[in-house]
């Protein structure tokens, strides 16, 4: 008994596709290979139009006839809630991680003499992953602190001017804390300097729990260290230093763009960025 279809075409049957806008199919009667334009409705029968690699475009009757990526298909109209899935994958490419319009074929700027602090490595890391692809538009460089215990000191060796501004991000700022009293020293420096904060004890509290499969952060008690305790809760390896960078690391890859992260640090980051890059 034959166990195969020998009556199938040598490249197979043929599979509806539907023809969304960038799909890239070649004709088989012309050869012709382009991306997918338009469908439109032309002399009684639907058409699909596709564009070359030189932009020309050619217009061909619907249906069977087409092959991708050697396979033969048979094109069929777009549904609407297809057209609707390609329409928002196309605005998400057109945005960056912060929610900005994205900037395309700019060169990153020249870093200017303004600068963002936040207070350690972690901090720099999730600013750069949302907001990155704007700073590097405006030429604005994100550098490390090694704590705020000397903020007032580190403003006045800076010396920022109107043309040359600093943003400082500050974790756990909240009434009452060490931190509460240092910034209110450091405020008194320079008009040209915005201390901005969030309440969190660290800054990866600010990404939503939800992206790792909670409903809240764990609540680590007083006299245990913060981030081991929380690596602990989450069935993560938490006894050395490198398994809390290997634990930030899987945190940090849960985060896709701003929208995963809390509205406190997003609006002291988008206030400082602001702040820094006044014409």
Do not use: N
């Not at 088989?28 to 639907?46: F, L």
């Not at 939800?210 to 008690?221: D, H, K, Q, S």
């Not at 002291?268 to 820094?276: H, N, P």
């Amino acid at each position: 008994m034959l166990k195969t279809d020998w009556r199938a075409p040598r490249r197979g049957r043929a599979q509806e596709v539907e023809a969304v806008t960038g799909t890239v199919v070649e004709d088989v009667d012309t050869g012709w290979v382009g991306a997918v334009v338009r469908v439109e409705k032309a002399g009684g029968m639907q058409v699909v139009h596709l564009e070359d690699r030189r932009g020309r475009v050619k217009g061909f009757p619907l249906g069977p006839g087409f092959l991708i990526d050697g396979a033969p298909v048979v094109l069929t109209a777009p549904t609407a809630e297809r057209r609707a899935q390609v329409q928002a994958a196309q605005q998400a490419a057109s945005r960056t991680a912060s929610g900005s319009v994205r900037v395309v074929g700019q060169a990153a700027r020249v870093a200017s003499g303004s600068r963002i602090w936040v207070e350690g490595k972690h901090d720099a890391e999730l600013v750069e992953k949302v907001w990155g692809d704007d700073l590097r538009v405006e030429g604005v460089v994100v550098e490390m602190l090694d704590g705020v215990d000397d903020l007032a000191a580190a403003i006045r060796d800076f010396r920022p001017t109107a043309d040359r501004r600093l943003g400082i991000l500050v974790d756990h700022l909240v009434p009452g804390t060490k931190e509460s009293r240092i910034v209110a020293e450091a405020e008194k420096v320079s008009p040209h300097a915005r201390i901005l904060g969030h309440p969190y004890v660290d800054v990866w509290q600010s990404v939503k729990p939800a992206r790792l499969g909670l409903t809240a952060w764990p609540v680590i008690e007083k006299g245990r260290s913060w981030k081991h305790g929380v690596l602990e809760e989450l069935g993560y390896p938490h006894s050395t230093q490198a398994d809390v960078a290997l634990g930030w690391k899987k945190i940090l890859s849960t985060v896709r763009s701003y929208s995963d992260l809390e509205p406190t640090l997003l609006a002291s980051v988008e206030e400082l960025i602001d702040f820094v890059t006044v014409p």
